[in-house]
């Protein structure tokens, strides 16, 4: 449309950012007839940094880039915004317990939740990336009363990229011939990358594959390949997670028959989820809605379990955040 598309981008001096914000500016999300204004915002010490990003976005001289907005200020950030990428995060420190993580990032999402509220679009969309991620998700929608609920989410596609790309190895095809692969639940190591039901080249993916390699190798390297990625890289895996969020939004946006994976709040009529957790369920996308996909099955010993796990986790991190969800 003539109108250009605002993008907002917390955390915008970070290094998933600085991937994300290259590839929103050359059209991977909205396309190549979409023109962008993107708002970037990072804390106040941050400030030189962000004029650095802006700097470089200039040099690039995007034809669909309008404006670029630096800020570090909430209300800015989130004016008109029509999408958000919420990557900003405080990272675990030191001997910093799971739930001190949640607490202080707890706040950030109260603030970001209200700053939706009083100044995004309407119909803004909301993927959160900044760990823990399906919880700071719960925060903000709970603040952000105004806003439909279904336009929160939280991000498990990186998850899901990393179950396709493991299988299509392993069975020596492309990821294009895996179909009905997904990742349940948090975004975190208790997370359940799914093959019951996935075809590879119309093959059942569990007659490809042996059951111990499911067990012993497949999930545990999907569950635990982000500290790989920091093995490896010394630093943590930044383009794979922006790119992920991209795919998450553009398949939001434009729609897709494909499965996927994406976080949102559970109703408590969905595969035995309890209701209002932000847990990953496989969807398909259609005029800018998701839509799960039913009747999958979850019976089996290691389904039930898992599910189990991940749910729990995600109720334990839900009660250690509770006061924030009572205001
Ligand atoms: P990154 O850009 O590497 O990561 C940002 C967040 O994404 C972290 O919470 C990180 O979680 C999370 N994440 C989710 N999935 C992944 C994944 N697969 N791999 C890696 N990270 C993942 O962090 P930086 O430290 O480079 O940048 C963060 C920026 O956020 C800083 O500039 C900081 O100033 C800013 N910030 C902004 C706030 C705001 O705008 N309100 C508030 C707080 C911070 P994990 O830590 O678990 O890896």
């Not at 950012?17 to 059209?27: D, E, H, P, Q």
């Not at 030189?48 to 200020?73: M, R, W, Y």
């Not at 109260?110 to 919880?135: E, F, L, Q, W």
Request: some cysteine; proline content about 4%.
């Amino acid at each position: 449309s003539d109108k250009p598309k605002r993008i907002v981008v917390t955390g915008a001096a970070g290094q998933i950012s600085y991937s994300v914000l290259f590839r929103l500016a050359s059209g991977a999300f909205l396309g190549p007839n979409q023109r962008v204004i993107l708002h970037l915002l990072d804390l106040p010490n941050m400030e030189e940094v962000l004029k650095g990003v802006q700097a470089e976005l200039h040099d690039c001289a995007f034809p669909l880039l309008d404006d670029v907005v630096i800020t570090s200020n909430q209300a800015v950030a989130f004016k008109d915004v029509d999408y958000a990428y919420l990557v900003g995060a405080k990272p675990r420190g030191p001997g910093m317990e799971r739930g001190d993580l949640l607490k202080d990032n707890g706040k950030i999402f109260v603030d970001t939740g209200k700053a939706i509220n009083d100044n995004a679009s309407r119909d803004c969309k909301v993927i959160v990336v900044g760990n823990p991620a399906n919880t700071n998700c719960l925060i903000a929608q709970h603040y952000a009363k105004d806003i439909p609920r279904e336009n929160f989410t939280a991000m498990t596609r990186l998850d899901h990229n990393r179950a396709l790309t493991q299988l299509a190895l392993k069975t020596g095809s492309r990821v294009t011939d895996i179909k009905n692969l997904v990742v349940w639940g948090n975004h975190s190591p208790t997370m359940y990358p799914d093959i019951r039901n996935t075809t590879v080249n119309g093959k059942k993916a569990t007659e490809l594959v042996d059951s111990n390699w499911i067990e012993t190798e497949f999930t545990p390297r999907v569950q635990q390949r982000g500290a790989e990625i920091i093995k490896l890289r010394k630093l943590s895996s930044a383009a794979s997670a922006g790119n992920a969020a991209i795919d998450h939004m553009r398949d939001w946006v434009n729609g897709s028959d494909e499965m996927q994976s994406i976080s949102f709040y559970s109703d408590g009529k969905t595969y035995g989820v309890p209701e209002g957790l932000i847990f990953s369920f496989p969807v398909t996308t259609k005029n800018g809605k998701y839509e799960v996909i039913k009747g999958l099955n979850l019976d089996d010993e290691v389904s039930r379990t898992r599910i189990k796990k991940t749910t729990d986790e995600l109720l334990s991190e839900r009660q250690a955040v509770e006061h924030l969800l009572k205001m």
